[in-house]
């Protein structure tokens, strides 16, 4: 049997925007979020979650080419603040739905 593994994302959304305002508009072209679970399949049964870290949070933001950015800060629905520096990209893993959404609940970001 060959193993095969997939992501099926769950999401909580993947927005792909421009930033309104004079200085977003100029240093931004567009940031996202995603929450996701990986799952494996070994055989012809249904995909089953992978064992440890299974359900993911990932966040990036994109600049437009025009400037430089050194970091940015993601905020939770709950009003966390994470860093995002030095890279604009954020990745986390979490080993049920439940410690990911306690860490990263649904919302706006």
């Not at 927005?15 to 979020?33: H, K, N, P, T």
């Not at 359900?55 to 603040?81: C, K, N, R």
């Not at 890279?87 to 959404?101: H, K, N, P, R, W």
Request: overall charge negative; aromatic content about 14%; proline content about 5%.
């Amino acid at each position: 049997m060959m193993k095969r593994s997939c992501c099926s994302p769950i999401w909580l959304g993947l927005f792909m925007v421009c930033l309104i305002g004079g200085i977003g508009r100029a240093q931004i072209s567009s940031y996202g979020v995603e929450k996701s679970a990986y799952y494996t399949q070994t055989s012809d049964a249904a995909p089953a979650l992978e064992s440890g870290e299974n359900h993911y949070f990932s966040a990036f933001v994109e600049p437009d080419g025009t400037t430089d950015i050194d970091s940015a800060i993601l905020q939770t629905p709950a009003g966390a603040q994470v860093e995002m520096a030095p890279f604009l990209f954020y990745f986390d893993g979490f080993t049920s739905q439940t410690a990911l959404d306690n860490r990263f609940g649904n919302g706006t970001y």
